[in-house]
């Protein structure tokens, strides 16, 4: 007895999947479809994974690392391969702190300082002179509280053609006299426009 109620419950579990399945013929086919994609992508995707291999390199990296040696050199020439510091770098370990702490003698209300050599002009480049180039370069001119020019530099649009570097250099070789505030002597910047002008 207990045998023949057993196959029609499974007859009719059967039958009812099969019901189901002619119901639904669309969605179980694009579930089944999306399913087996799915798969097909997840296996076709996925890299191999070596878990030993990859390890024993990474093991052999850290290793590397762990030798490295930092090795001071001080102040001997760079060797090949060693990489030397810029121009740049070494003028700026090597300036003038009192660069850093000059006030601008217009905003402090300082005197403005008096250049002591107006003679000495820059030089109109053969560059410019045979490309009629005109203008001015603006230069900022750091005095010292001796009056001695410590850093001049040029500031906004260049000219080119030579005429900011002969500015900067007559303006490295002038004498002002000190820039006075509240009676004592003090390191100023100023802007110094230089115009360039053909005869």
């Known amino acids: 007895m207990s045998t023949e109620i057993a196959q029609p419950e499974r007859k009719s579990k059967r039958s009812a999947i099969h019901r189901f399945i002619e119901r639904n013929r669309m969605n179980v086919g694009l579930t089944v479809s999306f399913t087996l994609q799915m798969l097909v992508m997840f296996f076709w995707y996925t890299p191999e994974i070596n878990f030993g291999s990859n ?18 050199t001080g102040d001997t020439a760079p060797e090949d391969g060693d990489i030397e510091l810029t121009d740049k770098k070494k003028v700026q370990e090597e300036q ?9 003698a217009a905003i402090t209300g300082a005197t403005a300082p008096v250049d002591l050599s ?21 230069l900022e001119v750091i005095i010292s509280e001796s009056g001695d020019v410590l850093q001049v530099r040029s500031v906004g649009k260049k000219l080119g053609f030579g005429l900011d570097e002969s500015a900067i250099k007559t303006f490295k070789r002038k004498k002002y006299s000190p820039s006075i505030l ?6 100023v910047k100023v802007l110094i426009p230089v115009r360039f002008t053909l005869n």
Not at 96 to 104: E, S
Not at 118 to 138: F, I, L, R
């Open 55 to 72: 390890l024993d390199h990474l093991v052999e990296e850290v290793a590397f690392v762990d030798n490295v040696q930092i090795q001071d």
């Open 96 to 104: 003038d702190p009192r660069i850093a702490g000059a006030q601008d």
């Open 118 to 138: 107006p003679d000495n002009k820059p030089e109109y480049t053969d560059e410019a002179k045979a490309g009629g180039v005109t203008g001015s370069v603006t």
């Open 182 to 187: 509240e009676g004592k002597p003090i390191t």
